[in-house]
């Protein structure tokens, strides 16, 4: 491991320099020929982007148009999930100032279950329970198998039953289509596009942001985050368009979930840190030291 990212640069310096030596004599036209491969790349790329946003939406309009009737009295479905946020750290029906005091209001005035418990220790087998009424090793089985087409979810149900569904999602690194978890969505908004999203794509640049040298210089800054305010947009506005309708919106906020990136001012209330290197597994700040010179792990 630690040799071979050193191997892999010395590898594509050694191809460079050879080829560039056997290409000396055609160096001008190659680079022409490579910047009117860039652009040509650049353009089919924003028209096959563009073209894929429209279809993406022309087919939705569609589904929606081809819904049926739901009927009278049918209500309004949201279901909101703060990623990795417990009942502790909100306590609704404090006297005290809650944190979240909308939530306390909707708490003092509908249902609350004091002993509800996550079906699984992390996001996709607990999203995939959330979504299905399964226990989450009934549905989930690994990074590369999709929740199964024989288990249908909320979402399908729903739009069976004449709902306009979406969903709108924080934590798109987890919870994403290749899980199935999409599925009986008309629309479904997980991975932002964004310039910091195309550098993470490559792994030069994920290994780059991840190093001493990464971390020293931009702390965990580099991290790519849907925060609250961009999921409450992306809901609001396709709420507009589907107001006549009842429908099933899922929310999935990531803002508490590691590494920790609050806002001002939020980021200097526990300490001097400025947001840059709090709880990230695997890091340095995650580890307590000990007397004896080791590290433990924070639970």
């Known amino acids: 491991p630690g040799l071979r990212p050193?191997?892999?640069?010395?590898?594509a310096l050694g191809v460079g320099v050879r080829g560039s030596a056997v290409l000396s004599g055609a160096k001008l036209r190659i680079v022409r020929l490579s910047l009117r491969a860039a652009a040509g790349i650049g353009l089919s790329c924003l028209l096959a982007g563009g073209a894929q946003r429209a279809f993406t939406r022309w087919t939705e309009r569609r589904a929606i148009n081809r819904l049926g009737g739901t009927g009278a009295g049918h209500p309004n479905l949201l279901l909101i999930i703060l990623d990795t946020?417990?009942?502790?750290?909100?306590?609704?029906?404090?006297?005290?100032?809650?944190?979240?005091?909308?939530?306390?209001?909707?708490?003092?005035?509908?249902?609350?279950?004091?002993?509800?418990?996550?079906p699984s220790?992390?996001?996709?087998?607990?999203?995939?329970?959330?979504?299905t009424g399964r226990w989450g090793h009934d549905v989930y089985l690994g990074w590369e198998i999709p929740l199964p087409d024989s288990v249908p979810t909320l979402a399908e149900v729903l739009q069976r039953r004449g709902y306009a569904t979406a969903a709108f999602v924080g934590n798109f690194r987890q919870i994403t289509t290749t899980t199935g978890l999409d599925r009986?969505?008309?629309?479904?908004?997980?991975?932002?596009v964004s310039w910091g999203e195309l550098l993470m794509s490559g792994s030069l640049g994920r290994g780059f942001f991840a190093s001493p040298v990464g971390l020293a210089l931009f702390g965990y800054s580099w991290e790519t985050r849907k925060r609250a305010a961009d999921v409450n947009q992306s809901f609001?506005?396709?709420?507009?368009?589907?107001?006549?309708?009842?429908?099933?919106?899922?929310?999935?906020?990531?803002?508490?979930?590691?590494?920790?990136l609050p806002p001002p001012p939020f980021d200097t209330l526990l300490g001097p840190t400025g947001g840059r290197r709090l709880d990230f597994p695997g890091s340095e700040a995650h580890l307590a030291p000990r007397r004896d010179g080791t590290r433990a792990q924070c639970v």
Do not use: C, M
């Open 6 to 11: 050193v191997a892999a640069v010395l590898l």
């Open 121 to 131: 220790s992390w996001t996709v087998p607990a999203h995939a329970s959330f979504l």
């Open 85 to 118: 946020v417990r009942d502790k750290s909100i306590h609704l029906l404090s006297r005290a100032r809650p944190p979240t005091p909308e939530l306390a209001g909707w708490a003092v005035s509908g249902v609350r279950f004091t002993g509800a418990i996550s």
């Open 184 to 192: 009986g969505f008309l629309r479904f908004e997980g991975h932002p």
């Open 236 to 260: 609001l506005q396709w709420l507009d368009q589907e107001a006549p309708r009842p429908f099933f919106a899922f929310l999935n906020y990531f803002d508490a979930h590691g590494p920790y």
